[in-house]
């Protein structure tokens, strides 16, 4: 099993639309979590850290589930420039910030 | 400013040369990560530093090297003996269980 999975995509959804992305990880010792965007041929740029049960910033949401071992991302009313790719990050934790990345998830805001 | 530098952002190698990838960072982080991604994929983990003179394996170590003789410094040097390095190479930073923050990248590309 991998160490971070997401859904595989890619997400085509019309402008206004919710989406949400969802991630599992598979080590239960993980301290932190993460969402990136990352656009084609560009660096990840940090979306959201969650470090408890989940965390909101405007259209964004996302929220943790421990027992689960899932962390998922919901944007609301989505726009054309929220097109991107969508990458979850886990710490696993423990002596060494290892921060592994998830494949990704593409999404396209459609008009 | 504060950021991450990588350099250079286009690499041209022939077979059989070693070649050395720079960053830098000046946000006093502790940890520094490689990352690798090939078109359509995520970020795979090359190695990770803690601290100065300490530094483990990711996931895809292999054909790579690299040093920590400095906090700021964290370069890479992916060897011939790595025999598919065509890639964007992704370096990054981060506090103690904090989000990682990346670099602009470099292309890297096998002629």
């Known amino acids: 099993r991998k160490e971070v999975e997401q859904d595989p995509g890619p997400f085509n959804v019309p402008e206004g639309a919710t989406v949400a992305f969802n991630c599992t990880y598979s080590?239960?010792?993980?301290?932190?979590f993460f969402w990136y965007r990352q656009d084609c041929r560009k660096e990840p740029k940090l979306l959201m850290s969650?470090?408890?049960s989940g965390n909101e910033d405007g259209r964004f949401t996302a929220q943790l589930n421990r027992a689960s071992q899932y962390i998922s991302l919901l944007i609301r009313d989505s726009k054309l420039s929220d097109s991107a790719t969508y990458l979850c990050?886990?710490?696993?934790?423990?002596?060494?910030?290892?921060?592994?990345f998830g494949p990704g998830t593409s999404l396209s805001v459609i008009p | 400013d504060g950021g991450i530098t990588q350099s250079p952002k286009y690499l041209f190698r022939k077979e059989g040369q070693n070649v050395t990838l720079s960053c830098e960072q000046n946000?006093?982080?502790?940890?520094m990560y490689w990352y690798r991604q090939d078109p359509g994929q995520g970020l795979r983990l090359i190695y990770y530093?803690?601290?100065?003179?300490?530094?483990q394996k990711g996931d895809i170590a292999e054909g790579y090297s690299v040093s920590r003789e400095k906090k700021e410094s964290f370069p890479l040097t992916v060897t011939s003996a790595q025999k598919n390095p065509t890639a964007f190479y992704l370096c990054?930073?981060?506090?103690?269980?904090?989000?990682?923050?990346f670099g602009e990248g470099s292309w890297l590309t096998v002629v």
């Open positions: 080590n239960s010792a993980s301290q932190s």
């Open positions: 969650v470090y408890s």
């Open positions: 990050a886990v710490n696993l934790g423990s002596s060494y910030d290892k921060v592994i």
């Open positions: 946000l006093n982080h502790d940890a």
């Open positions: 530093s803690q601290i100065v003179n300490d530094f």
């Open positions: 990054a930073s981060s506090s103690e269980g904090l989000a990682p923050y």
